[in-house]
């Protein structure tokens, strides 16, 4: 069990998961973080120019009324089948939750401090990114057991997931700049 | 159900059954068995010496909301329990038929994922009550001629 980053070109099903890509974002995807414990039926669809693959994704696997979702992303079988078999750092993840999802409290908006929260890898079903500010947050998505299903703001990039998947700790470093809004 | 490390750990507080998992009396908290793969949420208190945390005894269920916990426990120490890989992934219990001390125990064999809990009985140090989810929706209660010392040695 893994998380992994990949670019999604395609997320189908019936529900809102449908939304996850917008129309701008066809021709060139959108980053996610998605787990290897939610992925079956993987199909190879690249060519010679591009590495592409579809599977079926599962928002919560432990829920029987789950159908299903059909992604395509940017990985080939083979690199698939190696992700798979690879090991996170931990199977843990400690993540500054944002309070409320918003980074901005009020009066006349400071940032809110985040709360240190640790998951386990196993709970994820994807990240992504924040869109005012994907440098700084990005969107998780986790199950609390078997049915409550949580969406929470996290104030790390999906570069900074992705190192501490892999090292434990985040290496890079991100600068921002905050727009003050005047009242 | 996920892969699971069971680890022994003093609970200061659990919300479950009325916070009876606890009692008032025992100020230094009540020591059990517990397992990893029921964890969620952990975050420090106490200046990082304790941890709050929900749990849940069947995290498969999608009736279980999870009970708040409060262990006497480092975010560190709860680390490395959950990134450790045991050497048997199955524990030999001697259950107790009908939970009755005067029969024979019977040895059984469970996967640890499935183990809840564990906690020493209060009438006799050699025994300990084991909660253990029998697959699906099953959660079995039963009395065992271990201790949870014994119980964990098992995985290690």
């Given at each position: 069990m893994n998380l992994f980053l990949a670019t999604v070109w395609k997320w189908?099903?019936?529900r809102d998961s449908s939304n996850r890509i917008s129309a701008r974002e066809t021709a060139t995807g959108r980053q996610f973080i998605l787990n290897t414990n939610r992925i079956t039926d993987i199909k190879d669809l690249?060519?010679?120019?591009?590495?592409?693959c579809s599977f079926l994704y599962a928002d919560n696997p432990s829920d029987r009324r789950?159908?299903?979702s059909f992604l395509e992303v940017n990985k080939s079988q083979a690199e698939?089948?190696?992700?798979?078999?690879?090991v996170p750092h931990s199977q843990a993840l400690t993540l500054p939750f944002q309070p409320k999802k918003e980074p901005w409290g009020a009066p006349c908006f400071p940032l809110r401090t985040p709360v240190d929260t640790t998951i386990g890898i196993w709970s994820v079903t994807y990240f992504t990114e924040y869109n005012p500010d994907?440098?700084?947050y990005c969107w998780l998505c986790y199950y609390k057991g078997a049915f409550k299903r949580i969406e929470v703001l996290v104030n790390y990039s999906l570069e900074d997931?992705?190192?501490?998947?892999?090292?434990?700790?985040?290496?890079?470093?991100?600068?921002?700049?905050?727009?003050?809004?005047?009242? | 159900m996920n892969k699971g490390v069971l680890f022994p750990a003093t609970v200061l507080k659990w919300q479950l059954k009325s916070w009876r998992m606890v009692p008032e009396w025992e100020a230094s908290g009540v020591s059990y068995l517990l397992n990893t793969n029921r964890l969620d949420s952990i975050r420090e208190t106490n200046v990082g010496a304790d941890t709050t945390m929900y749990y849940f005894l069947n995290p498969d269920d999608h009736r279980d909301n999870g009970d708040f916990m409060v262990l006497d426990a480092t975010l560190a120490v709860l680390y490395s329990f959950i990134d450790a890989t045991p050497t048997h992934a199955s524990v030999t219990l001697s259950i107790y038929p009908d939970n009755d001390y005067t029969q024979t125990p019977v040895d059984t064999e469970v996967l640890t994922d499935d183990i809840a809990l564990a906690v020493g009985d209060t009438i006799s140090a050699a025994r300990c009550w084991v909660v253990y989810v029998?697959?699906?929706?099953?959660?079995?209660?039963?009395?065992?001629?271990?201790t949870t010392a014994n119980i964990w040695f098992q995985t290690l």
């Open positions: 189908q099903d019936l690249s060519t010679l120019t591009e590495n592409r789950e159908s299903c698939m089948e190696a992700i798979i078999d690879s994907p440098d700084n997931i992705e190192d501490i998947v892999e090292t434990g700790t985040t290496t890079s470093t991100t600068t921002s700049t905050t727009e003050v809004r005047e009242q | 029998a697959k699906g929706f099953e959660i079995k209660q039963v009395l065992c001629n271990n």
